[in-house]
């Protein structure tokens, strides 16, 4: 199962996780965790959200690499449109299979 990560740097990830959480709550099932972070299931594709002071850890696994780079793209420009103010960038790194 490939699997890929983004570190975002901003000093304010917790609203940032809550504002995608609660964006595609409407649609997908959501779960909150007590640490303030946040699990994403789209279909087969899984997204966690943690929230750290300095940063938004988005980590991603999903059944193929296509599915993998569809959440990324999704994923990934949600959050670069919620941080246009703050110049948020999202980096994902490599896929890895593990």
Do not use: C, Y
Not at 6 to 31: C, N, W, Y
Not at 36 to 59: K, M, N, S, W, Y
Not at 72 to 82: A, C, P
């Amino acid at each position: 199962m490939p699997n890929s990560h983004a570190r975002v740097a901003t000093d304010a990830a917790p609203r940032f996780a809550k504002q995608l959480a609660s964006h595609f709550g409407r649609k997908i099932p959501v779960e909150e965790a007590p640490d303030g972070g946040h699990r994403l299931t789209f279909q087969e594709t899984v997204v966690v959200l943690q929230p750290a002071d300095d940063h938004l850890l988005i980590q991603v696994s999903a059944p193929d690499v296509p599915a993998l780079a569809a959440i990324q793209d999704v994923v990934g420009s949600h959050l670069e449109r919620f941080g246009r103010r703050n110049e948020l960038t999202v980096p994902w790194e490599a896929p890895r299979h593990d």
